[in-house]
Nanobody
Framework: QVQLVESGGGLVQPGGSLRLSCAAS????????MGWYRQAPGKERELVAA???????NYADSVKGRFTISRDYDKNTVYLQMNSLKPEDTAVYYC????????????WGQGTQVTVSS
């Protein structure tokens, strides 16, 4: 059984920073893409950033230059460093991993709340 466990959310003032972590555990053969999505109240879930097994990254236009995704391949962990946070970044952030165990499937974390407010 595969689990994705997120941590690092919380309340921060505009302009502040947070770092999210997501660790994958269980019977994992290979992890391909890991990423972060977010969902604000009344809105659809959207991709924030993703990183492939080769290290290629992809960002939503709204976070480019402010957020950085990185990955520790030995620890099966993905990070999202969020700087210059804005109120519109407020959402539940979900970790996603496309991995084989051995079936190739998408897995989701439970979500972590990020609130940007003064």
């Amino acid at each position: 059984q595969v689990q994705l466990v997120e941590s690092g959310g919380g309340l921060v003032q505009p302009g502040g920073s947070l770092r999210l972590s997501c660790a994958a555990s269980g019977s994992i053969f290979s992890i391909y893409t890991m990423g972060w999505y977010r969902q604000a109240p009344g809105k659809e879930r959207e991709l924030v950033a993703a990183i492939t097994s080769g290290g290629s990254t992809n960002y939503a236009d709204s976070v480019k230059g402010r957020f950085t995704i990185s990955r520790d391949y030995d620890k099966n962990t993905v990070y999202l460093q969020m700087n210059s946070l804005k109120p519109e970044d407020t959402a539940v952030y979900y970790c996603n991993a496309r991995l084989s165990s051995p079936l190739l499937l998408n897995y989701w974390g439970q979500g972590t709340q990020v609130t940007v407010s003064s």
